[in-house]
């Protein structure tokens, strides 16, 4: 059976030169922007769909190609896969589910990677540390420019 795929972003912002993860937090459960790819949408549309309709972030700058990781199988043999994103704006708007009929996330930070580590759980902190080995700490002044090795 193949496994139920869903799909997100590690979001970063830079703010005084240094990068800044975006954390959603559900109850006491905190994630990046993601959710179910549907039928016919590629796992990166959706990835950028989820980050929309959760966070209102609708500019995300692909600077590190179209790379992801998938976390392993879990929740019933559910696989996360992440791309990684940079967001000229902070301005979070966690938006409303039409399902539940209030946002699905009750709280949103901006937060260095050594607060992201301490707040997320095992199979998010592979995704971080991922993105982290990706782009370090240090960011230049906006706007965003990947700075030279």
């Not at 193949?2 to 970063?12: C, D, E, I, R």
């Not at 901006?110 to 782009?135: F, K």
Request: glycine content about 8%; hydrophobic content about 40%.
């Amino acid at each position: 059976m193949k496994p139920k795929l869903s799909a997100g972003v590690v979001v970063v912002h830079c703010q005084q030169q240094h990068f800044r993860f975006l954390l959603l937090r559900a109850y006491r459960y905190w994630d990046f922007p993601k959710g179910a790819v549907e039928l016919g949408e590629s796992p990166q549309a959706a990835a950028c769909r989820e980050t929309l309709e959760e966070a209102g972030l609708a500019t995300l700058e692909f600077h590190w190609g179209d790379g992801y990781i998938d976390t392993p199988p879990y929740a019933g043999g559910k696989v996360a896969r992440y791309y990684l994103a940079y967001s000229p704006s902070a301005d979070v708007v966690l938006g409303i589910s039409p399902e539940l009929g209030r946002p699905e996330h009750q709280e949103y930070r901006w937060v260095n990677y050594d607060t992201a580590r301490e707040l997320v759980g095992p199979r998010v902190r592979a995704v971080l540390d991922w993105a982290h080995r990706l782009i370090g700490d240090r960011c230049s002044a906006e706007p965003f420019q990947i700075p030279p090795p």
